[in-house]
Nanobody
Framework: VQLVESGGGLVQTGGSLRLSCVVS????????IGWFRQAPGKEREGVSF????????YYADSVRGRFTISRDNAKKTVYLQMNSLKPDDTAVYYC??????????????????????RGQGTQVTVSN
């Protein structure tokens, strides 16, 4: 099982980045999949997850209206378009997938729940 993230980098406040996560080794279409982040000294936070059943997207309050998640089942890829970035968005962003938990649960409880699968992470740094 592999989840490989890309697209992180350094951007100024107000800028945009698009993260991608390519998955292999499991049934992509059966899992809720999305992103969480971890900043130094801060609790892990579920950012956004998308449902495997109906494509419904869920977002943390801190990113709603600025980030957009999407998935391409044929390409086994999930994307996170991040606009209007702020310094508080600085973190390592991880792609994650889970077979049993819903996308809404993962956004709300990923601080204390370990998903079935996760990638190695990609650094996003937003400068002032």
């Amino acid at each position: 099982v592999q989840l490989v993230e890309s697209g992180g980098g350094l951007v100024q406040t107000g800028g945009s980045l698009r993260l991608s996560c390519v998955v292999s080794g499991f049934s992509f279409a059966d899992d809720a999949i999305g992103w969480f982040r971890q900043a130094p000294g801060k609790e892990r936070e579920g950012v956004s997850f998308i449902s495997n059943y109906n494509g419904a997207a869920y977002y943390a309050d801190s990113v709603r209206g600025r980030f957009t998640i999407s998935r391409d089942n044929a390409k086994k890829t999930v994307y996170l378009q991040m606009n209007s970035l702020k310094p508080d968005d600085t973190a390592v962003y991880y792609c994650a997938a889970d077979i049993t938990r819903t996308a809404s649960y993962l956004v709300g409880y990923l601080g204390s729940y370990e998903p079935d699968y996760r990638g190695q992470g990609t650094q996003v740094t937003v400068s002032n």
